[in-house]
């Protein structure tokens, strides 16, 4: 009973949902472009947009154009896809896995990337070759890898994947700690560590061009398995007796949520509690049916993400903290009412 009222209330305000998060989304983009030593009104960054998309002609201050599009813009906008993508990650995890509180990190992919770009950063491996995403990438893949090969693939069965994960990432953490305790400097130490808690400070628009295009592409494709998705929730026996290729699903899945995650972890570095917390608010505002819950959770993790670098620029003047302290900060009480509804549920 409680699921079909969840659904029908799901399919009755997610038309709502989907309108209101877009423009809230045009908002909080437009506030987060305005945020910085030299403040925007949110007319003028609006007006500056509809001038170079041709929309509008009126003269807008150089100053602020050069600021809005060199600089704000192309950040607010890797934040919006970053958040998208880390949500939609979480609850294709949380559906594979059948575990509530399976995030987008669980295969270790975070802690590969770290490794990876502390690769580049310390020890300077194919420095001028390698640039720090695509060490950080790299790193992402290989963990992915061990991953895969540690489950046995898709046979090993949802909790050897997390156990795989788990020693994934011990053992590429140790290997960070490792190079940044014996071949680190103070400076080296101190970069390190501001990249791992996440930072949007370098992006500009050829990042953007790639998360948005990656996470685009992983959102179509989860889409198309959306029915799969749903299927999960009752087991692999009962997917497979509907006529779901079960290992192929799992592989082509894991797959788009490890791509998704290296790019955005080896642009921005590892942001925590987003791919947990955001399905669990979409799953409650509109049901569990994943045609519905994947756009819903792409968009309220876009919202939240760019909220999230506004509060890092806003907190501390003259100061930018890590985006993960900010989405910690939120993420740990939203954590806590997960666990305590699951006890509850138990």
């Not at 140790?174 to 071949?183: E, G």
């Not at 790639?210 to 398995?225: E, I, M, N, T």
């Amino acid at each position: 009973m409680n699921t079909e009222y969840g659904a029908v209330r799901g399919k009755v305000i997610f038309p709502g949902l989907l309108l209101g998060s877009l423009v809230v989304i045009c908002l909080v983009v437009g506030l987060s472009v305005g945020i910085g030593d030299l403040p925007i009104p949110l007319d003028i960054t609006f007006a500056a947009v509809a001038n170079r998309l041709g929309w509008s002609v009126g003269e807008i201050d150089r100053v602020y154009e050069t600021v809005i599009w060199d600089y704000r813009l192309s950040r607010a906008l890797v934040a919006a896809f970053c958040g998208a993508g880390l949500a939609l990650s979480g609850a294709i995890m949380q559906s594979l896995l059948r575990n509530p509180l399976a995030e987008p990190y669980v295969l270790g992919i975070s802690a590969g990337a770290s490794t990876g770009a502390v690769a580049i950063i310390i020890l300077g491996i194919g420095a001028g070759a390698v640039s720090l995403s695509a060490g950080a990438f790299l790193g992402a893949f290989a963990a992915f890898c061990f991953v895969a090969l540690l489950s046995n693939g898709t046979r090993g069965g949802a909790d050897r994947t997390i156990l795989a994960g788990v020693a994934a990432s011990q053992l590429f953490n140790a290997a960070t700690s490792y190079i940044v305790t014996t071949a680190g400097n103070a400076q080296q130490a101190r970069d390190v560590m501001f990249w791992l808690l996440g930072s949007f400070g370098g992006v500009r628009w050829p990042e953007f061009m790639l998360v948005s295009g990656v996470v685009s592409l992983g959102f179509v494709a989860c889409l198309s398995y959306a029915r799969t998705l749903d299927t999960f929730a009752f087991g692999d026996e009962t997917a497979a007796s509907l006529g779901v290729n079960v290992d192929r699903a799992r592989i082509v899945l894991f797959a788009l949520t490890a791509l998704m995650t290296a790019a955005i972890v080896s642009m921005v570095g590892s942001i925590g509690f987003v791919g947990l917390v955001v399905p669990h608010a979409a799953r409650s505002l509109i049901g569990p049916l994943h045609i519905r819950l994947l756009p819903a959770c792409a968009l309220i993790g876009a919202i939240f993400m760019v909220l999230a670098d506004v509060a890092s620029r806003a907190l501390i003047p003259q100061q930018v903290l890590p985006i993960g302290v900010v989405t910690a900060l939120v993420g740990v009480p939203c954590f806590s009412v997960i666990l305590y509804r699951l006890q509850r549920a138990t």
